[in-house]
């Protein structure tokens, strides 16, 4: 008597089903093309704060009283206090250093302004940025343990000093003046956040007095954010 044929208890495999015109592959992101928008996006993005940064520093120039042979003879004396008594244009200061900060250097743990005129805009442009802020002051004028630096001025040296617990160790900070001249103050500065134990990420000015050279000082990104005085 003949057998039927022994069915196998092997199993096939499963067959992939075909891609079809009624059943199309899922669609899957092209990661060049995301990535290109992207780009395109930061591009337009910075173009457009690029745009703007242009447009306040025009205004913020524009406001700026030129005093000459001020303290003394030879001297031009650039007068930032109009742009702090319009408060549309103290907006359009803060906002112009917001801009470039945010453009250039990270996040900043601390805004460190130095006595007197970084008093005047330091504490704004911290709290724009979440940061917080700490004053440079002369010898003396601060209470509780404070680190000292000295720098040099025309007649002698002069000294400068912050709080000791007034920037943490590993803090990142950002230290921002009026104008720089000889670089001096700014320097001591510099070397007082170093002594705390901060990153420092840089300078940030409103007007430069490129003759003096002071940026050559600092060994920190030196932003200026008007136009510089040349001699």
Same mark, same amino acid.
């Given at each position: 008597?003949s057998g039927l044929p022994a069915h196998s208890?092997?199993?096939?495999?499963?067959?992939?089903?075909?891609?079809? $015109?009624?059943?199309?592959?899922?669609?899957?992101?092209?990661?060049?093309?995301?990535?290109?928008?992207?780009?395109?996006?930061?591009?337009?993005?910075?173009?457009?704060?690029?745009?703007?940064?242009?447009?306040?520093?025009?205004?913020?120039?524009?406001?700026?009283?030129?005093?000459?042979?001020?303290?003394?003879?030879?001297?031009?004396?650039?007068?930032?206090?109009?742009?702090?008594?319009?408060?549309?244009?103290?907006?359009?200061?803060?906002?112009?250093?917001?801009?470039?900060?945010?453009?250039?250097?990270?996040k900043p743990d601390v805004v460190v302004g130095?006595?007197?005129?970084?008093?005047?805009?330091?504490?704004?442009?911290?709290?724009?940025?979440?940061?917080?802020?700490?004053?440079?002051?002369?010898?003396?004028?601060?209470?509780?343990?404070?680190?000292?630096?000295?720098?040099?001025?025309?007649?002698?040296?002069?000294?400068?000093?912050?709080?000791?617990?007034?920037?943490?160790?590993?803090?990142?900070?950002?230290?921002?003046?009026?104008?720089?001249?000889?670089?001096?103050?700014?320097? $001591?500065?510099?070397?007082?956040?170093?002594?705390?134990?901060?990153?420092?990420?840089?300078?940030?000015?409103?007007?430069?007095?490129?003759?003096?050279?002071?940026?050559?000082?600092?060994?920190?990104?030196?932003?200026?954010?008007?136009?510089?005085?040349?001699?």
């Amino acid at each position: 008597m003949s057998g039927l044929p022994a069915h196998s208890s092997q199993q096939s495999p499963p067959v992939e089903a075909e891609y079809t $015109a009624a059943h199309p592959p899922a669609h899957k992101p092209d990661p060049t093309l995301a990535s290109n928008a992207s780009q395109g996006r930061q591009s337009s993005s910075s173009a457009s704060a690029a745009a703007e940064l242009a447009r306040l520093k025009i205004s913020l120039r524009n406001a700026i009283r030129q005093f000459p042979d001020f303290p003394s003879p030879g001297i031009l004396f650039e007068d930032i206090l109009p742009i702090f008594a319009d408060p549309s244009l103290h907006e359009a200061l803060v906002r112009a250093l917001e801009l470039h900060v945010s453009q250039s250097y990270e996040k900043p743990d601390v805004v460190v302004g130095l006595d007197a005129r970084g008093f005047l805009f330091g504490p704004s442009l911290a709290l724009r940025l979440g940061a917080g802020f700490v004053p440079v002051r002369k010898q003396g004028k601060l209470p509780g343990p404070c680190e000292t630096a000295g720098f040099q001025k025309e007649y002698g040296e002069d000294f400068f000093q912050m709080q000791a617990d007034g920037v943490k160790p590993g803090q990142k900070v950002l230290v921002v003046d009026d104008i720089i001249a000889t670089g001096g103050s700014a320097a $001591a500065a510099g070397s007082l956040v170093k002594k705390l134990g901060g990153t420092l990420l840089g300078y940030v000015f409103i007007l430069e007095l490129d003759f003096l050279q002071g940026r050559a000082k600092l060994d920190a990104p030196v932003y200026t954010l008007l136009s510089s005085q040349e001699k």
